[in-house]
Antibody, heavy 121, light 110 residues
Framework: QLQLQESGPGLVKPSETLSLTCTVS??????????WGWIRQPPGKGLEWIGT???????YYNPSLKSRVTISVDTSENQFSLKLTSVTAADTAVYYC?????????????WGQGTLVTVSS | QSALTQPPSASGSPGQSVTISCTGT?????????VSWYQQHPGKAPKFMIF???KRPSGVPDRFSGSKSGNTASLTVSGLQADDEADYYC??????????FGGGTKLTVL
């Protein structure tokens, strides 16, 4: 059974960089059938697609966040990571790591439990 | 790339059917048959319910069905049950390897 687990600081100061890591347990991490990505949800609000990364390292980002986002992959550790720079209170959200099914244009079939990141001084 | 439009709320009585709409544009919902739907209970991660407009992943009851007409996709929940009470989100492929979500609809089972 595939499992995804987010980790990282729950509190980040304004203007600093938010960094999260997702550890994937399961045997599909290297498969070309899937990509791996991040989705966030501000408290009481809807979901926002942040971006996705392939095992090869190819990335695609939400155009509205592209200037501040970097998603990277560590194939030796079965992990992928999110960095979001110059954060503000608007970046406060539950951040989910997820598996995306490439064949159906990135439908999300597995989600992590989510981790709340608060941006505050 | 703007969020897809969903009604904030929907409701129905047990056993009834309810349909939730998801309106996009000719650049996302209207352009591709890659609409997905997710169910989210409070405090939980979303659950994958529908992909490619109308297909159900293994384990999702056939009470959940999806359709699309033009720029609007729809999710219908038939035979409403108490556990169907949740937030529902649509998403669509938006081209250039990007995805856009809807704002979510809170489904209440009366």
């Amino acid at each position: 059974q595939l499992q995804l687990q987010e980790s990282g600081p729950g509190l980040v100061k304004p203007s600093e960089t938010l960094s999260l890591t997702c550890t994937v347990s399961g045997d599909s991490f290297s498969s070309s059938h899937y990509s791996w990505g991040w989705i966030r949800q501000p408290p009481g609000k809807g979901l926002e697609w942040i971006g996705t990364i392939f095992y090869s390292g190819t990335t695609y980002y939400n155009p509205s966040l592209k200037s501040r986002v970097t998603i990277s992959v560590d194939t030796s550790e079965n992990q992928f990571s999110l960095k979001l720079t110059s954060v503000t209170a608007a970046d406060t959200a539950v951040y989910y790591c997820s598996r995306h099914v490439v064949r159906v244009k990135y439908s999300v079939d597995y989600w992590g439990q989510g981790t709340l990141v608060t941006v505050s001084s | 790339q703007s969020a897809l439009t969903q009604p904030p709320s929907a409701s129905g009585s047990p056993g009834q059917s309810v349909t939730i709409s998801c309106t996009g544009t000719s650049s996302d919902v209207g352009a591709y048959n890659y609409v997905s739907w997710y169910q989210q209970h409070p405090g939980k991660a979303p659950k994958f319910m529908i992909f490619e407009v109308s297909k159900r992943p293994s384990g999702v009851p056939d009470r959940f069905s999806g359709s699309k007409s033009g720029n609007t996709a729809s999710l219908t929940v038939s035979g409403l049950q108490a556990d169907d009470e949740a937030d529902y989100y649509c998403s669509s492929y938006a081209g250039s390897n990007t995805v856009v979500f809807g704002g979510g609809t809170k489904l209440t089972v009366l």
